[in-house]
């Protein structure tokens, strides 16, 4: 790309990164952009200006963002810059200087979003030291939902609790199947190889990547404690996106699971509202439902791989009317264990106890004199 534009150019240009690139890039596209420039009178300025929005919010993530990047050299670069985004910048509060096609009614009083004027290596790195810190907060929350699990702790409960904490803040805790799409494991990697080449072990965040890899086989064993035999069983999967509001599969946890179940001799059935028409090109063996509740016909077995709003109202006792065996394995910690079981489902999820523990009665021992409040322990006869 950066050979087309030298070699194109008729007038000097601004070049402007805006893809997940790693540090250093900028230079490289310095060198590619003087080497292969055809016109001499075509000078080349380069800028690096990340994009942080995420798929499914994307325009709005563009329009209300919290920080604007612009790693830059010259002041030049940074004057045409501010003017492209001087509209967000100075949008005051409730009141935007651009037609918001999200907000329709007009746009919800927010903070002006923070302008960063930096170097071009130190933009790169914020960006990929970003994605890579939301992809390690997401594997520790994965790491406490498998300790609850040992120690009958809840998750919810727990990561609400450190979320709490401003510190911390509650986003990106939600353990699960782990994270998948285009963004968040190629960054992970890029930034583990970057690391690797400049000499600075970044251990942290190969073990985050591979706590996420385990994400779908300790499902796959869950399902597997639950059924035994995962051979020639029905199994009925909501949701194939990497995440909702996306009909992106790409590292999608669904399609090491839809794998996996596959290998393993399994007839799978699937919903989506969005990603089913991508999954059925990849495995044309799943067979695909128009409404989620047609999974559940006859199924062994429901899997929840995508946080879908729409399935927390699903008709459950109707899912469960239809199913041969009310087994929910469910990846994304959507539904809640104590309503599931009223409904009768079997049902598994990541780091909560089907049932909440009641308090236990302190034995009177350990509160240093009897009391008729407390219960006495039963002695055996
Ligand atoms: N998808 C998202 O929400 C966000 C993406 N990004 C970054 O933006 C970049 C693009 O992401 P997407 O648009 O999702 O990817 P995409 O896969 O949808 O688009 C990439 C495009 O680049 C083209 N391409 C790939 N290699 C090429 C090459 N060597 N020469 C010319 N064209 C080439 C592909 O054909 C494709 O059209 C990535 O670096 C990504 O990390 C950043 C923030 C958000
Ligand atoms: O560089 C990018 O392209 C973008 O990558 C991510 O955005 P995105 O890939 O759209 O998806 P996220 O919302 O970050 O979710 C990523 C994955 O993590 C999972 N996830 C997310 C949050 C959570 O608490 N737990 C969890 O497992 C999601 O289900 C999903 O599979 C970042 O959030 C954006 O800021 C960034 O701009």
């Known amino acids: 790309m950066a050979r087309l534009i030298a070699t194109e150019a ?3 240009k601004l070049v402007v990164e805006k893809s997940t690139v790693p540090a250093q890039t900028g230079q ?9 420039r055809r016109d001499p009178s075509a000078e080349f300025r380069v800028a690096s200006n990340p994009e942080f929005l995420r798929e499914g919010t994307a325009v709005e993530d563009f329009l209300h963002p919290d920080r604007i990047v612009l790693g830059v050299e010259d002041k030049d670069s940074e004057r045409q810059l501010r003017e492209i985004y001087r509209p967000i910048l100075e949008a005051p509060r409730g009141k935007t200087k651009f037609h918001c096609p999200v907000h329709l009614s007009g746009c919800p009083p927010a903070k002006s979003p923070e302008l960063v004027v ?31 699990e040992k120690v009958g702790a809840d998750i919810k409960e ?9 510190r911390i803040g509650p986003q990106f805790l939600n353990a699960g ?4 799409g285009f963004c968040l494991p190629k960054d992970v990697q890029a930034f583990v190889r970057l690391a690797e080449r400049s000499g600075v072990n970044f251990g942290m965040l190969r073990e985050a990547e591979a706590v996420n890899k385990r994400r779908v086989d300790l499902f796959i064993e869950k399902l597997r404690q639950a059924l035994w035999v995962i051979k020639d069983k029905r ?13 992106d599969i790409r590292f999608a946890p669904s399609l090491g699971v839809i794998e996996r179940l596959l290998g393993e001799g399994a007839h799978l059935r699937a919903y989506d ?13 799943v067979e695909l439902c128009r409404e989620p509740d047609h999974v559940a016909r006859d199924a062994d077995a429901v899997l929840i791989l995508t946080e879908w709003p729409e399935f927390r109202r699903l008709d459950w006792k109707r899912v469960n009317a239809a199913m041969s065996r009310p087994l929910i394995v469910d990846g994304r910690n959507l539904l809640d264990p104590a309503t599931m079981k009223e409904l009768g489902f079997e049902y598994h999820s990541f780091g909560r106890p089907l049932e909440k523990p009641q308090p236990q009665p302190i034995p009177s021992v350990m509160l240093g004199a009897s009391s008729s409040a407390v219960e006495q322990p039963r002695l055996a006869t």
């Not at 170097?119 to 609850?148: G, P, R």
């Not at 727990?158 to 401003?166: E, I, S, T």
């Not at 199947?177 to 998948?180: A, T």
């Not at 199994?235 to 009909?247: Q, R, S």
């Open 10 to 12: 008729h007038s000097s």
């Open 28 to 36: 490289q596209l310095k060198r590619v952009l003087s080497v292969y």
């Open 118 to 148: 930096t170097t071009i290596n130190s933009a790169e790195l914020i960006k990929h030291a970003s994605n890579s810190f939301l992809a390690l907060k997401i594997s520790y929350a994965n790491m406490i939902a498998d300790l609850c």
């Open 158 to 166: 727990v990561v609400h609790a450190m979320g709490l904490d401003p």
């Open 177 to 180: 199947l782990g994270f998948g």
């Open 235 to 247: 199994v009925g999967i909501l949701g194939l996106a990497f995440k909702a509001n996306t009909d």
């Open 273 to 285: 509202q969005e990603a089913m028409d991508k999954t059925s090109a990849l495995f044309p063996q």
